[in-house]
């Protein structure tokens, strides 16, 4: 496997717990605008979500590939409890339907950032558990930060907590270029000096002022952060999302026009490396 290229449904409901039918209409848009791969919230399985051979054959149907679950964790103590182990486990043994697929499995927001450190340790503790279950179970578990005021995980000295306590022989990481700007630090920095942990990527475009913009619009470098991973030998997804306000208004016309972007300005360095060319 190279590079592929997908969509994260984040762009048509941007809540990780809002449950909308909408999965068959975001998957027809996903393969209908050339993208090869879809990464679903939990929450958007709708009728596939005790079904993980029916959605396989929709995907199969379309042409594009489960690239990964996310799926959210709120774990509020150093060891998981027994519902959160249960979740996991169940989207573990989902994700064993899709080869190749990963579990993303980014923190929940707290209310605010008290006992900075001890949550910060307790939610990699919980993550680090799960890895190492999904480990034994064949499947790559990836953990992504995010960056609202109050997570967890936000800050260039939130990230170096992460990275010093993240099981690396189990659980990955799955940086997100937007978030990583809107905490303030350079998102071509961050995933060159982490790319041997790199299993999965989110791509959205994030201003030096921390807003949200259209692809290609912002000032992350994406043509630099596509070259360190093909040079590095990545050889997974990323995933593409967009959270400007015309998301909520028109979700499908949004991802056409990132595909656009994709096509012409990330996809080519895939193909020239895998050619020779570059």
Request: aromatic share 10%; with cysteine; glycine share 6%.
């Amino acid at each position: 496997m190279t590079i592929k290229f997908g969509c994260h449904t984040s762009t048509w409901v941007l809540d990780y717990d809002k449950e909308v039918d909408c999965i068959d209409q975001i998957i027809d848009t996903v393969s209908d605008a050339g993208f090869e791969g879809v990464d679903v919230q939990v929450a958007l399985l709708g009728k596939y979500k005790h079904d993980p051979q029916r959605l396989k054959e929709r995907l199969d149907s379309k042409g594009i590939e489960l690239a990964a679950l996310t799926v959210p964790f709120t774990w509020l103590s150093d060891k998981e409890s027994e519902e959160e182990k249960a979740r996991a486990d169940f989207y573990i043994e989902y994700v064993k339907h899709f080869p190749n697929a990963k579990l993303n499995v980014p923190s929940r927001v707290g209310p605010n950032r008290d006992n900075l450190l001890k949550r910060q340790k307790e939610i990699i503790s919980c993550a680090n558990a799960l890895g190492k279950r999904a480990y034994e179970n064949g499947v790559v578990a990836s953990f992504h930060p995010a960056s609202p005021a109050t997570s967890y995980f936000r800050t260039e000295s939130d990230y170096n907590v992460l990275f010093e306590e993240l099981d690396r022989r189990y659980i990955g990481y799955t940086p997100d270029a937007g978030h990583i700007t809107a905490g303030g630090m350079n998102a071509a920095e961050i995933i060159r000096q982490n790319l041997p942990i790199i299993k999965h990527v989110h791509f959205k475009d994030c201003s030096n002022n921390l807003s949200w913009r259209k692809m290609g619009e912002g000032d992350i470098d994406f043509p630099t952060i596509v070259r360190d991973l093909v040079d590095y030998g990545y050889d997974g997804w990323i995933m593409v999302e967009e959270e400007t306000p015309e998301t909520a208004v028109d979700p499908d016309k949004v991802i056409y026009n990132v595909y656009k972007y994709v096509e012409k300005n990330l996809k080519p360095i895939v193909v020239g490396k895998v050619s020779g060319l570059f």
